[in-house]
């Protein structure tokens, strides 16, 4: 690429060469070349369908699958991808919430049988010490 390249052949050129580094298992690689063709233009459907082979996090696949919907609102299988990742993203706040409600169940439970304990242990004494104080006056009283 030459300083006097126009920005649609810089386009071009950064798009052809994250598909080279993407066919050369190089991820990281195409998702830098493709993220600096997004900055050149960002309404180009296809940068963002490129960006979404390359994404880990199901936020960032969230936010590119909504700019190809904003791009194009008739692309049917972004939004369905969108809905499904929608839906698996729900089902993951449910079952993290179920977790940490499980967890706090856990806890009270734990909480309430150690109160029991010591209760418990606490009751025992003091019948120890009343039954030796009840044996200690009737060996006395003799």
Known sequence: MTQSSSPSSKFADLM????????ANQRQIAHDLWKEAAAIDPYNE??????????DSDEDRRVCLQNIIAINPLNVQ????????????????????????QRLNWLRQR???????????????????LFAVVISILLYAR
């Open 16 to 23: 052809q060469a994250g598909r080279v580094a993407y066919a």
């Open 46 to 55: 296809q940068v963002w369908l490129a960006l979404l082979d390359v994404l």
């Open 111 to 129: 909480r309430k049988l150690l109160r029991r304990a010591v209760l418990l242990g606490i009751a025992i004494g003091v019948s120890g010490v």
């Open 78 to 101: 972004a939004r369905r991808q969108l809905n499904r990742l929608d839906a698996r993203m729900q089902r993951q706040i449910i079952h993290r919430q179920e977790q940490k409600l």
